[in-house]
């Protein structure tokens, strides 16, 4: 299978790379980070600034699935990422007919008193759901861990 890795040189990003290519699937790498993947098939872009649908078409043209694993943090642009970039991702999956989408969220982000990343990433979320996709969202807690 070939899979579309949003995130994919960050560390969550990173371990399921690892995870999936020793299962023999083909992974495409998106990050902003021209340096993090010289030996990968790596696509560098800045979600943040990619929010028109049109520039993602030739980027999942040819996949069978996406995993969004990108995130951004306090003084990063979290809107841009998390949604405004995110959602131009999602129509273009929708429109080049790429079915399948795992997002990576985060835990707590349906409370009272939102922060501001769990609100973007509420947002992101909604953007995803309102696809005609086959979508999971994935909320883990806080994730620990050494770069792969």
Same mark, same amino acid.
Request: charged share 20%; glycine share 10%.
């Given at each position: 299978?070939?899979?579309?890795?949003? &995130? &994919?040189? %960050?560390?969550?990003?990173?371990?399921?790379?690892?995870?999936?290519?020793?299962? &023999?699937?083909?992974?495409?790498?998106?990050? $902003?980070?021209?340096?993090?993947?010289?030996?990968?098939?790596?696509?560098?872009?800045?979600?943040?600034?990619?929010?028109?649908? +049109?520039?993602?078409?030739?980027?999942?043209?040819?996949v069978d699935a996406v995993i969004n694993?990108?995130?951004?943090?306090?003084?990063?642009?979290?809107? %841009?990422?998390?949604?405004?970039?995110?959602?131009?991702?999602?129509?273009?999956?929708?429109?080049?007919?790429? $079915?399948?989408?795992?997002?990576?969220? +985060?835990?707590?982000?349906?409370?009272?008193?939102?922060?501001?990343?769990? $609100?973007?990433?509420?947002?992101?979320?909604?953007?995803?759901?309102?696809?005609?996709?086959?979508?999971?969202?994935? $909320?883990?807690?806080?994730?620990?861990?050494?770069?792969?």
């Amino acid at each position: 299978m070939r899979i579309l890795l949003v &995130g &994919g040189t %960050g560390l969550v990003g990173s371990a399921i790379d690892a995870r999936l290519s020793t299962e &023999g699937h083909e992974c495409v790498l998106v990050s $902003r980070h021209p340096d993090a993947a010289p030996d990968t098939q790596h696509v560098i872009l800045d979600v943040a600034r990619t929010t028109d649908a +049109a520039k993602w078409k030739g980027i999942v043209a040819g996949v069978d699935a996406v995993i969004n694993a990108a995130g951004a943090l306090q003084g990063q642009n979290m809107q %841009g990422v998390h949604v405004a970039g995110s959602a131009a991702l999602y129509t273009a999956c929708e429109s080049a007919g790429v $079915r399948r989408v795992i997002l990576f969220s +985060a835990i707590g982000i349906d409370r009272d008193a939102p922060t501001d990343f769990s $609100r973007s990433k509420r947002d992101g979320e909604a953007a995803l759901m309102a696809r005609d996709l086959d979508w999971v969202v994935l $909320r883990p807690s806080v994730v620990v861990g050494r770069p792969v």
